[in-house]
């Protein structure tokens, strides 16, 4: 088989690691008799400041007929973060209703956990995040700037859609899995969205009475996540929450650069889009020393979406086989002194 694959690179270590993990991916397709036509978009924060806009504004349009897009990172200094933020991952997000954000967080053999007596496989759980709305969408306004009288309001918006989407994604993901389903609510305090929300998962949960529900309160949750992680397997939330919720899974997994994410509309009607967790990291830009893993299990969501399921497998494999190797090259974040390149050189070379 050929897929169409739309690549952007985005800003600061979204390029390194995407550069440096492509030779991997391809070595993956190759031995699976695969191949993999890319387009490559160089958009992000550098147009931005050369142009003014992300992306263009056909953008959409251009990666519509890609079979999946795969991002960096976006975010530079010189631009506020809700200007990269809103001027491409979330106009891509919305406009191709990628309304499941997947995100597995996995404890590897041969990673040191920072919370104790946590050893490899012992943390595994997926994230189902709402990807579209919730309190991300772009409601609100400012009114009497620099007054003292000055106001600000930002609206969270649920809607049937957005809400069913991703709860039966969840719901299906916990079928295949252990059958368990964790909701993450704060139906307490915000009474009409997460009220909502939880109606929601209680409606949809009629529809898979076999699987069992526990429902958290997020604050409740993330002390959680520390104190018991390995009971959680699929858990669900919304946009805010889970953003939140896969950073501190991503910690607890013994690095954000080792998180991987995925963006799904599961009608396939559109393109999804594959990301590592992380951001454009300016603190390591140019360094060389970012963690090119996050991009490549990122690789292997995409081609379980695309139902290649070996490639998948053999992308996983190599870091599994890579991480538990006290010999093999690593970087900083996860204890080691090795580059970029020099860990995906080695991971090309573990690819079966
Ligand atoms: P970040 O994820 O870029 O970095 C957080 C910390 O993790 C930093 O200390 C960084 O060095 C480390 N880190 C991240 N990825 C790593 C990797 N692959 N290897 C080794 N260490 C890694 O988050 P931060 O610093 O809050 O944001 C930087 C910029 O990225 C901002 O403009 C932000 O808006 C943007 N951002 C973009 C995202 C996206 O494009 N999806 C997601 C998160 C942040
Ligand atoms: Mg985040």
Same mark, same amino acid.
């Given at each position: 088989?050929?897929? =169409? ?21 391809? %070595? /993956? ?7 993999? $036509? ?15 806009? *992300? *992306?263009?504004?056909? #953008?959409?349009?251009? @990666?519509? =007929? ?8 976006? #975010? ?5 973060? &809700? ?15 990628? &309304?499941?954000?997947? !995100?597995? +967080?996995?404890?590897?053999? #041969?990673?040191?956990?920072? @919370? ?39 609206? /969270?918006?649920?809607? !049937? ?6 709860? !039966? ?24 969205? *997460? ?6 998962? %209680? %409606? ?23 104190? !018991? ?23 607890? +997994?013994?690095? *954000? ?5 995925? $963006?799904? =509309? ?5 393109? +999804? ?9 300016? =603190? ?30 053999? @992308? ?6 890579? @991480? ?29």
């Amino acid at each position: 088989m050929a897929y =169409d694959i739309a690549v952007v690179p985005g800003d600061g270590i979204g390029t390194e690691v995407v550069d440096h993990s492509m030779p991997v991916v391809e %070595e /993956a397709a190759d031995a699976h008799d695969v191949s993999i $036509n890319i387009t490559r978009y160089d958009w992000g924060s550098e147009r931005y400041l050369a142009e003014g806009a *992300m *992306m263009p504004e056909d #953008g959409l349009d251009r @990666l519509r =007929d890609h079979d999946a897009i795969f991002l960096g990172a976006v #975010g530079h200094p010189d631009v506020p973060d &809700h200007v990269t933020l809103h001027g491409l991952r979330l106009e891509i997000t919305k406009g191709f209703k990628q &309304h499941v954000c997947k !995100r597995p +967080s996995y404890l590897f053999e #041969g990673i040191t956990s920072p @919370l104790r007596n946590y050893g490899g496989g012992d943390i595994d759980f997926v994230v189902y995040r709402q990807n579209t709305e919730g309190e991300y969408a772009d409601l609100g306004g400012r009114e009497y700037e620099g007054f003292d009288n000055e106001v600000a309001v930002q609206s /969270a918006l649920f809607t !049937r859609e957005g809400t069913e989407t991703i709860v !039966r994604a969840a719901f299906e993901a916990a079928t295949e899995r252990a059958g368990k389903l964790t909701n993450v609510t704060k139906s307490n305090a915000q009474a009409h969205g *997460m009220v909502f929300w939880d109606d929601i998962v %209680e %409606e949809v949960h009629g529809d898979y009475p076999d699987v069992e529900v526990e429902r958290l309160l997020v604050d409740a949750a993330s002390m959680d996540f520390v104190r !018991r992680p390995e009971e959680f397997d699929v858990i669900v939330a919304s946009n805010l929450f889970g953003d939140i919720l896969t950073d501190l899974g991503a910690g607890i +997994s013994g690095s *954000m650069g080792l998180a991987p994410s995925s $963006n799904i =509309d599961p009608t396939r009607t559109h393109p +999804s889009m594959f990301e590592p967790v992380h951001g454009s990291a300016f =603190d390591i830009t140019g360094e060389g020393i970012a963690n090119p893993i996050g991009t490549v299990l990122s690789w292997e969501l995409l081609w379980d979406h695309l139902d290649e399921g070996a490639v998948a497998r053999g @992308l996983h494999n190599a870091v599994a086989e890579q @991480l538990a190797d006290s010999g093999a090259p690593r970087t900083p974040d996860i204890g080691g002194e090795s580059g970029t390149e020099a860990v995906a050189n080695d991971l090309r070379t573990r690819v079966e």
